[in-house]
């Protein structure tokens, strides 16, 4: 699966305001929701269920990178967007490092496997090095679309 | 140029050694079949690190299938980019002094479908 395919462009955020998680997860959330990929009525509940996904467990892998991620009733098409901390945000990461990069993943419920094919994907990326620099170093939602891009094409 | 005698030797020392290597390293595997409805997602995934990671053997993860791959069992992230689905046929490779109790415990969390009762 390409990252185009459910990473909405439109929703990325290239300096995510908030400084703890929750604010970021709303963020992100919120985004979405303003890009149309997400009924607006269903903010509140995904980003409940978001950080209480966190609480059971943090998304924070390591490597200064996190992906949030929920399946909910409330969504009805997978998607999924980026935002960027320049200061860092604390994940409770694996790693007790500070998140820079979040990819975060919103799937309906009953649709499993193109879950594990979307996390395959950001996945597959944010294991290479250079990936997770070049995105730590974008400062525009471009510049993030750009290298999504690139990535898809396998560059 | 080498003779005939001298490479026969040298493989017999190669294997010598191979089977030595064996001998020094117990390893230990098991089939496994993805029974949890949700596959192997995030949370699955890092519980099988986190067990993992409480043996000193290396643990590899070999998916069978359409898109075959491996997994170093000790890696989230490696884990979780096999999006193994449920059905999906993996084998668990241990090696190491503990590699025996390694896979049998690794083995029945999938047993255990990670908690998830269906």
Redesign the interface.
């Known amino acids: 699966m390409k990252l185009k395919e459910f990473i909405v462009a439109e929703a990325i955020i290239p300096q995510i305001t908030a400084t703890d998680r929750d604010g970021a997860l709303r963020e992100l959330v919120t985004s979405l929701a303003g890009a149309g990929a997400l009924p607006a009525d269903a903010v509140d509940d995904v980003v409940a269920a978001l950080i209480k996904r966190e609480q059971n467990g943090s998304t924070g892998f390591g490597k200064g990178v996190a992906v949030p991620h929920v399946k909910h009733p409330k969504v009805t098409k997978m998607a999924g967007t980026v935002g960027r901390s320049v200061n860092g945000i604390d994940f409770a990461a694996l790693d007790h490092q500070p998140v820079y990069s979040v990819v975060l993943l919103l799937s309906p419920e009953n649709a499993p496997q193109q879950h594990l094919q979307a996390m395959n994907a950001v996945f597959n990326n944010l294991q290479k090095d250079t990936f997770r620099r070049f995105l730590r170093q974008s400062s525009t939602r471009e510049a993030i679309a750009e290298l999504l891009d690139e990535a898809d094409q396998g560059k | 140029m080498i003779a005939d005698c001298d490479l026969r030797f040298a493989i017999e020392i190669k294997s010598h050694i191979a089977n030595r290597k064996l001998q020094i390293m117990p390893s230990a595997s098991r089939d496994i079949i993805v029974s949890n ?7 699955p995934a ?1 519980q099988f690190v986190d067990l993992a990671n409480q043996f000193k053997s290396d643990i590899k993860v070999t998916k069978f299938g359409d898109e075959p791959g491996e997994a170093d069992g000790k890696s ?3 884990m ?7 059905g999906t046929k993996m084998r668990i490779d241990a090696e190491g002094e503990d590699a025996e109790e390694a896979v049998a415990k690794l083995k029945q969390l999938f047993e255990d479908k990670f908690g998830e009762g269906e």
């Open positions: 409805k949700l596959g192997l997602h995030a949370r890092m989230v992230m490696e979780i980019i096999l999006a193994a689905t449920e």
